[in-house]
């Protein structure tokens, strides 16, 4: 019903999307969590981006949605995530809030930081943003954040990289002097990048200062990730 429905969309943008997705979360509101469960996987096509927001989103948004996981279903709702949107999709939509309710082992996120695969390693990091985002409904969780952040210290994959400037700048809004402590102590190991974005971001509020500065000038700045 839904994939018939997106294939009538005019428009594949967000706003478009995110109706039709909400549309659903109401008509499935007084529906049991496991159908919602199952229609996700459902949803779940290899390199289907959109039926992976879907998906994942409904899930969210159903109350008792996020109670139903645990170790194996993550793993299993997050099998074939091989790119960025993706993978940061499923961290802050799915795997971050399980892992804040301990629905999702420490055990899980540590064994993704351990991986080979450079998506699992993102993800471990990626997950921690929700135990700190404010808007995320995070409340702060130092130790679990820089458990996973230490595991990473001499990782140079660049997508690795940008997620561990992502996880230590959003634990900075909370607790600031653990990451400057944190930042004095593995100084050396860490990339440059990530010392350069999560001190601009202690210092200034803004991981990249000269990109505002650059605005207000009026220049176009380059396209820049997280």
Do not use: C
Not at 2 to 28: D, F, K, M, Q, Y
């Amino acid at each position: 019903m839904i994939r018939s429905e997106l294939g009538r969309l005019p428009e594949r943008n967000v706003p478009s999307l995110r109706a039709l997705r909400r549309r659903h979360t109401r008509a499935l509101a007084k529906q049991a969590p496991e159908l919602v469960l199952a229609l996700a996987f459902e949803l779940l096509k290899p390199g289907d981006f959109v039926g992976r927001m879907l998906a994942y989103e409904l899930l969210a948004a159903h109350r008792g949605g996020i109670e139903l996981l645990d170790d194996p279903l993550i793993e299993r709702l997050g099998q074939g995530l091989a790119d960025w949107g993706s993978v940061d999709l499923f961290g802050v939509t799915l795997a971050g809030p399980a892992w804040r309710r301990g629905r999702v082992s420490d055990q899980k996120i540590l064994e993704w930081a351990r991986s080979t695969d450079r998506w699992q390693r993102r993800l471990s990091l990626v997950a921690t943003v929700r135990l700190n985002s404010k808007t995320g409904g995070g409340t702060g969780d130092w130790r679990r954040t820089l458990r996973v952040a230490k595991l990473h210290l001499d990782d140079r994959d660049d997508m690795v990289e940008k997620a561990m400037s992502w996880a230590l700048r959003e634990l900075s809004q909370r607790e600031p002097s653990k990451v400057r402590e944190f930042l004095r102590e593995h100084s050396e190991r860490l990339a440059p990048r990530v010392r350069r974005e999560v001190k601009n971001k202690l210092e200034t509020g803004l991981k990249n200062p000269k990109l505002k500065t650059a605005k207000a000038r009026g220049r176009k700045p380059a396209a820049r990730g997280r």
